[in-house]
Nanobody, 123 residues
């Protein structure tokens, strides 16, 4: 069983930056593909970014490509999401998730989920 805890969310003005962290316990993070997803009020949960076990491969949704960076530090059992040039439409609850196999943008392939952290971007 993998427990995931997100942190780093908050309120930021448009154009600002935040760094989210996701720390795992109960299992070594380097055995898992990690992903970030988000869900805005009244919308479906959507893919944001994913990273391979040792960080050599990443994938991003087009809406965040060039602004967000996913990274991981397996020694710290932590995955990060650096969010730059934030826009009001980035406002959502952000979740980290873990899976086996290969990197994927499909939320239903992820087995373990954190509780989420709120990110609010004001205009």
């Amino acid at each position: 069983q993998v427990q995931l805890v997100e942190s780093g969310g908050g309120l930021v003005q448009a154009g600002g930056s935040l760094r989210l962290s996701c720390t795992a316990s109960g299992h070594c993070l380097n055995n898992h593909i990690m992903g970030w997803f988000r869900q805005a009020p009244g919308k479906e949960r959507e893919f944001v970014a994913t990273i391979s076990r040792i960080g050599t491969s990443t994938d991003y949704d087009d809406s965040v490509q060039g602004r967000f960076i996913i990274s991981r530090d397996n020694a710290k059992n932590t995955v990060y999401l650096q969010m730059n040039s934030l826009k009001p439409e980035d406002t959502a609850v952000y979740y980290c998730a873990a899976k086996g196999g290969w990197i994927s943008i499909a939320a239903d392939e992820y087995i373990y989920w954190g509780q989420g952290t709120q990110v609010t971007v004001s205009s």
